[in-house]
């Protein structure tokens, strides 16, 4: 069974940082993109950013210059450095990977999530 375990939401004031990390599992398992999503209240789910393998990077404008993405291969985790956060960060964040491993007797590139971390960024 493939999991992603999330960790490092909470509460922070506006201005602060949090480090939100994500670690896959599984056995015989390729891990291809992976990337953070957040859903605030009534908002649908949005990509914040993502990370490929050769550690290409892509963000959305709204967290551009505040938030990194890395990630460890070593260690099949992906990290998510948030910085001079702000109230509107405040969401779920989930974290995604595509990952490659078999499926029975077919291999194949599937979609998973972790289960969310909250962050709440207020004063």
């Known amino acids: 069974q493939v999991q992603l375990v999330e960790s490092g939401g909470g509460l922070v004031q506006p201005g602060g940082s949090l480090r939100l990390s994500c670690a896959a599992s599984?056995?015989?398992?390729?891990?291809?993109?992976m990337g953070w999503y957040r859903q605030a209240p009534g908002k649908e789910r949005e990509l914040v950013a993502s990370i490929t393998t050769d550690g290409n990077t892509n963000y959305v404008d709204s967290v551009k210059g505040r938030f990194t993405i890395s990630r460890d291969n070593a260690k099949n985790t992906v990290y998510l450095q948030m910085d001079s956060l702000k109230s509107e960060d405040t969401a779920v964040y989930y974290c995604n990977a595509v990952i490659g491993h078999y499926s029975g007797p077919r291999y194949g590139r599937f979609n998973y999530w972790g289960q969310g971390t909250q962050v709440t960024v207020s004063s």
């Open positions: 599984g056995s015989d398992i390729s891990i291809n993109t």
